[in-house]
């Protein structure tokens, strides 16, 4: 069983049957529910979830992402932290990363309001926290690798004979 090609059907759609991806992989349905088991015990696969177009749902939907700067002391290193402000449900996405800032965060909530009491009353008061630039997601165009909107933007004049 070739698991990259496994994983790769599944980072394209989550939902197709055991059935399905066995034939696009030429093997066995029973083989490729093993590797799936296999994949989900050994922590490669976390979860399956939908792409969400947050612009065609009724309700208010808020992201913003936030740039976090920290200070490290003798006994806290970026694990701990890390572990901390992963506990957070609005924290959606948590990233260590290279460059002017430490963390990257993606926060999801109901309204700006309740984004940015959030960054100011949970994480910026982190003692290890000493800087936060926050940046509100005005609208998306691309989510894990699939395009939003409806694709039919096209605004050039038709020609006909």
């Known amino acids: 069983m070739d698991k990259q090609s496994l ?3 599944l980072r394209h759609d989550a939902r197709e ?7 696009q992989l030429g093997a066995d349905a029973e083989a490729v529910a093993a590797a799936l088991d296999e994949l989900e015990d050994d922590g490669v ?3 399956y979830q939908a792409v969400v177009d947050w ?5 208010e939907h808020v992201r913003a992402q936030v740039e976090v700067d920290v200070e490290l002391d003798r006994e806290t290193g970026y694990e701990e932290i ?5 506990r957070f449900p609005e924290v959606a996405t948590l990233r260590l990363v290279s460059g002017t800032y430490d963390f ?4 999801e909530g109901e309204s700006m ?8 009353e949970r994480i910026a008061p982190i003692p290890e926290v000493t800087k ?3 940046h509100f997601v005005m609208d998306s165009y691309k989510e894990e690798g699939i395009e939003l909107g409806d694709g039919d933007d096209d605004d050039r004049l038709s020609v006909s004979p």
């Open 7 to 9: 994983l790769d059907l």
């Open 17 to 23: 049957s055991v059935d399905d991806i066995a034939r």
């Open 45 to 47: 696969v976390r979860g």
């Open 55 to 59: 612009n065609r749902v009724d309700e």
């Open 82 to 86: 890390a572990t901390r402000i992963a």
């Open 104 to 107: 990257f965060i993606e926060v």
């Open 113 to 120: 309001h309740a984004v940015s009491n959030f960054v100011s």
């Open 132 to 134: 936060t630039v926050t």
